[in-house]
Structures are given as C-alpha cells and as structure tokens.
C-alpha cells in the first residue's frame, strides 16, 4: 500500500510540473509574437515616414485662394506653371494634387541628451525655457521634400511637442518648393545625361559657407551627410563640396546649401551653354527643353 501512494504522488507531481512549463512557455510564446508585431509596425511607420510625405485630405478640400481653386478645377496641371509665374503657394494641398510622389525626410539637427545617449544627433532639436512654473521645452525640425527630378523644399517647423513640430515642418517645406538647374559641368565628364550641377555655386548662412562644384559621373554626392538628403532628393546624383565656417551648426549648413541651390537659377547662361553643360530646369521634357533654348536666346 505504502509503494502504490509513493507512485501515485510521483505521478500527480509529474503531471503538475508538466502543466507549470505548459503554463509558463504559452505566455513566452505569446510575449513573443506580441513583441515581434509590434517591431512590424513600428518599422512599416518609420519607414513610410521616411520616404513619402503625409498628405493633407484633398477630398474634403475647400481652396481658400483663387490659386488653389484653380488646382483643383484642373486649370492648372504641372508645379512648374506656378513656380515659373512667381505666384506664391499658401495652402499645402497644392503641391499634394499635382505632385502625388512627393518624398520628405526629417535632417538631424539636433542632439541627444544623457549619459549614454549624448552627443548622437536626433532630428529634433530641444530647448528649454526657465519660468517660475519650470521648465518650458519647445522642439524645432527642419524637413525636405523634393520629387528627385529638379523640385525640392525646406521647412523648419517648432512646437512644443515633437508631432506639432514636424507637420509644421513638412507643410512649410511643400510651401517653400521651388527649381533647381541640373547638368554636367565637369570638364572630367564627356556625358550629356543631367546628373551633376552646370556650374560652381556658393551658399552662406552665418559664418557658414557651403561650395558647391560639379563632378564627373559616378562620383557620388561628397559633402556633408544633411546636405546630401537634400541634394539626392532634388536629384543631383554627383557633386563635390567644401565648407568653413562653423559647420557643427546644422542648421546655418542646411540654409547656406539652401542657398547654394537658389542661386543655380539665378546666374544669366547663354543658349550655347545648354547644349555644352546639358542644363535643364525642373523635370524638362524634349519639347520643354527646346521652349527653354528659345526663351534664353530671346533674352
């Protein structure tokens, strides 16, 4: 009798350890599928915050400028109609209905703080205001969008929370899109495909100055990490560079190549150059491109 409970009791202790590791290992499980869903998610969302930029609701859109009403009734149909009559952008939506691949990317400005995570950039940047309550935190981004085919903007968006911040960034930045000239100004380069810039340009912000020199192809964008999510998204593909001043400023780089790339469309060139540097302006078709020769040898 005594041998038949010494089994019974090893049996029943078998059995409740059994249940303890079935017990224990389906929450791991599920732990681990939540974990790994999670990890999903957040990658799909960052991903398609990097690459394309949120676009406001054009089905509910009530234009509050002639411009605007203009868009959306289909008068107008190409960016470049506006940006070529000087007319001023005011609502986002614009640039949403007639460039639909639109991509933005957030530049890093900022710096974390801690005692770990110091001194890694981060695209926002913090501040803080002292007041009798505390503390104050503001937060300031700067964004880019561009088409990488001859259109690119830059916005700076501050808020005093990260989300705020970056939409304003982003809306600013559709607002403030404007041309660029691309081409193949290197005397090392016998292509005719627009893949660098025509001709050497310079850009200053502060104590900052950016140069800016066309490369022969397959040379890659040289110059600054910031400045190179820039250029890549306005679509130059080869470009060398040089810099002084106080380069650490993030944001007096970021306006001076602003300014670089501005003032490519505001040198006089001359029909002859067209053809020998393969200039074009903005996304120019065959036809576009002999309407553009024409123009500048009118004057």
Not at 84 to 112: F, N
Not at 158 to 181: C, D, M, Y
Not at 183 to 189: C, F, L, P, Q, V
Request: net charge positive; hydrophobic share 35%.
């Amino acid at each position: 009798m005594a041998k038949k409970k010494i089994e019974e009791e090893k049996v029943e202790a078998e059995e409740t350890e059994e249940d303890i590791k079935i017990d224990v290992e389906v929450p791991k499980e599920e732990a681990r599928k939540e974990e790994e869903d999670l990890k999903k998610v957040v990658t799909e969302d960052s991903a398609e915050a990097r690459d394309i930029a949120p676009k406001e609701d054009v089905v509910t859109w009530k234009p509050k400028t002639s411009l605007g009403r203009l868009v959306l009734e289909g008068a107008i149909k190409n960016v470049d109609e506006i940006l070529d009559q000087g007319k001023p952008i005011m609502e986002a939506q614009i640039i949403d209905m007639l460039m639909p691949s639109l991509e933005s990317e957030l530049l890093a400005i900022g710096q974390a703080k801690g005692k770990f995570g110091g001194g890694q950039r981060r695209v926002f940047k913090q501040t803080q205001k002292k007041t009798a309550e505390g503390n104050k935190p503001h937060f300031a981004t700067v964004c880019v969008v561009g088409d990488r085919n001859g259109h690119i903007g830059i916005g700076y968006g501050k808020a005093k929370e990260t989300v705020p911040a970056r939409e304003k960034a982003i809306r600013n930045a559709k607002l403030n899109i404007f041309k660029i000239r691309r081409g193949a100004g290197s005397w090392e380069d016998a292509s005719t495909e627009s893949h660098s810039i025509p001709f050497k340009v310079k850009g200053k912000c502060g104590s900052v100055e950016i140069t800016l020199m066309p490369a022969p192809q397959g040379t890659g964008l040289c110059v600054e990490k910031e400045c190179a999510k820039m250029l890549a998204l306005s679509g130059i593909k080869d470009i060398w560079s040089k810099t002084k001043g106080s380069t650490k400023t993030k944001l007096n780089l970021i306006k001076a190549c602003e300014d670089a790339l501005k003032k490519l469309m505001k040198v006089k060139i001359k029909s002859v150059h067209i053809t020998q540097l393969s200039i074009t302006e903005g996304p120019l078709s065959a036809a576009q491109d002999q309407a553009f020769i024409e123009q500048v040898k009118n004057g």
